[in-house]
């Protein structure tokens, strides 16, 4: 196997290079003016640990994933073309009005409380672009009132001369029936050519999203379109970049929805949020193989701190109707909570409060931290972690970065200690303890509001600053066992690098498995059946066009199944992919029950309330080699002691009064086994280990490591 994975973030980009049997991480500054630069330097990195040239990687590779940040920062910048937008008439208000939510949605929760004083966001799309057409389709699919051409042509005219640059089709209904939105399409490309407009693109709505819900159909649209010339021009600079170095293949960009694609079957909305997604999806690999149980994955990078949840037993966390920046969609993704809360995170004195406070705002790499000696003049996670002591200036980033104390000391008495009358150590230790409570309570929260309880869980603590906060997020949630992954810092390259090639596709029903007014259960097979062959073959039908073998395709079939009208669903993977018969039925049904149970806690099903169906999905995908991780952990018989430490020296720890003697090892001179007890800080060429008073690290494979209570029960 020979693999390229990088994952671009705000701060770093993380490269995972696999080659014969030989598994190398490697990190380089985020280059946001031009992308690849930093993708070459952080390649450039890795191969040069084996050493390989890059004619050997590009010439002899097998695969080349991508994910990217490019459509995040292109929202947060509003960097987009003149979007144009043709709607069912007397649609037109769906927009800006965007279900009376817009004002909230997208918002931390303690500004939602405040919904009179929020800000809205500025429109993608002013109300001057909206057009509106006089046509109907039933919610049957029955064509109510035919579409005009005429009325057609006009419309898209009067937004050619308002200076659209691209189109977005989303008609009433269209999910069931596109065929008015295909007829818009004709229309377009007919009156305003190519050799016209140039390469004005045409988002049709029932082909980005197959499920009803007109506002967050049309919005997933309107990003979509938004995002397209960015993403396009990005993605294509950096495949050119490939070719330009030699290789070949083509370039596969990661999905939000836990796959990956070519790059000519990618839309620019599924690429939001897609190096975290693939930090979830090494997660649930890294747990089925390694007998984990339930995890939350907690990934804390330069910028922001992402949760996901993987919970032994098939249960799939989707967000539905996830929000996108400030924007409801209706895209499928893998659930995904980010908090700004990162080692570059700012820290600030709150006047109101009369407290510390710690992000959203980052320094980003460029200027940094203060500590960087880039130019950054903010205080931020990192500072404090180094004046901690738990950062060695000359040996952060494997060298690369040589960290000044005299800077980040300053930063942390201007922001935060002399406003609050405290020490630069005392100041420090404020801004862990917030950032590490931010975190545990985002955690806290997110476990709890579904039906789980933390101590339940092991942490997974990746990115470049996760095992750095982990003891301090498990403190703060009672957890007793953090797992460090392999390849911690950069995890979701190592996610992206094991993700399978996968298409899903998926539309709405109103299905009811059990009726409960009747007592009856769902019959019609046939129809259902029909449309899953439907959606199979949309999923093969993609596969089929990137190259792969017929024989290779598979199908997972999923339901979004709830009780009645509640509004608690649950995406149930059905152990069939045809049903056939009541026995079938039944099956699936009890495995929603299980699922459900185990989710909110067993007895709260209520089956007399009737079982219904919402969407049906289906996922087509290719699977491809993965790592093998199953023996990460030590074995008992090769638990032993540490290898003296390099270091000791004196660090200021949370709830603990005064210096603390601290160990300082290398993870390159420790054997696999190794129980090193905390007070401990132990350097990887990537990524530093902190292990706190009360705590003990056993040293695993792959430089991953587990984390425990001293007075637990170890586990292995």
Known sequence: MRRVSVDIGGTFTDCSLVW?????????????????????????????????????VMESVDSVRYATTLGTNALIERKGPRVGVIITAGYESIIPLSRGRGYGEGLPERLQRDLPMAERPEPLVPIRMIAGLRERIGEKGTVLLPIDPEDVRAQVRRLVDNGVQAFVVSLLNAVVNP???????????????????????????????????????????????????????????????????????????????????????????????????????????????????NIVCTDMGGTSFDIGLVVKGGVKFYDFNPTIDRWLVNIPMVHLVTLGAGGGSIARFDRLRQAVAVGPESAGSDPGPACYDFGGRHATVTDSDLVLGYLLADQYANGRITLSDKRARRAIDKAVGEPMGMDTVQAALAIREKV???????????????????SAFTILAYGGNGPMHGCGIARVLGVQRILIP?????????????????????????????????????????????????????????????????????????LDMRYGNQLAQTAVISGKTRLESDSDLIELMETFSHDYGHRYGEGSQAPEAGIRVNTVR?????????????????????????????????????????????????LEDQSIGARIAGPAVVLSPATTFLVEPGWHLTIGRYGSGLLERSDATPSH
């Open 486 to 558: 392999p390849f911690s810092s950069i995890f979701s390259a190592v996610g992206a690098g094991n993700m399978d090639q996968m298409h899903i596709h998926e539309k709405s029903v109103y299905l009811s498995l059990y009726d409960s007014n009747t007592r009856e259960l769902f019959s019609d097979f046939e129809s259902l059946n029909a449309l899953v062959a439907e959606l199979e073959a949309r999923g093969r039908e993609d596969l089929l066009r990137q190259g792969v073998a017929p024989e290779c395709i598979h199908h997972r079939l999923e």
């Open 618 to 666: 289906v996922a087509s995908y290719s699977q491809m080699p993965t790592l093998d991780l199953h023996q990460v952990l030590a074995k008992d018989s090769e638990i032993g002691t540490p290898n003296e430490p390099f270091l000791r020296r004196d660090c200021h720890f949370v709830d603990v009064d005064g210096p603390v003697e601290t160990a300082f090892y290398q």
């Open 179 to 293: 065929e008015h939105e295909r007829i818009v399409e004709e229309i377009i490309r007919e009156e305003f050519p190519e050799h016209m407009l140039g390469s004005a693109p045409i988002v049709l709505s029932h082909l980005v999203g197959g499920r009803k819900g007109e506002y967050a159909r049309t919005s997933s649209c309107i990003l979509d379109a938004f995002l397209h010339q960015v993403m396009y021009h990005g993605l294509s600079t950096l495949e050119r970049n490939l070719r330009d170095n030699g290789y070949t293949k083509p370039m596969l960009v990661i999905h939000n929805s836990g796959g990956m694609a070519q790059l000519n079957s990618t839309d620019a909305l599924q690429t939001i949020h897609s190096g975290p997604v693939a930090g979830i999806y090494a997660s649930e690999h890294l747990a089925e193989q390694a007998d984990l149980g």
């Open 436 to 454: 590490d409570n931010d975190m545990a309570n985002g955690i806290a929260q997110e476990l709890r509001s579904r039906g789980y309880e933390p």
């Open 20 to 56: 014969d049997g030989q598994y190398v991480e490697a990190k380089a500054l985020t280059t946001h003016h031009n992308l690849s630069l930093g993708f070459n330097q952080s390649l450039s990195n890795a191969y040069e640990q084996i050493g390989l040239s890059l004619q050997d």
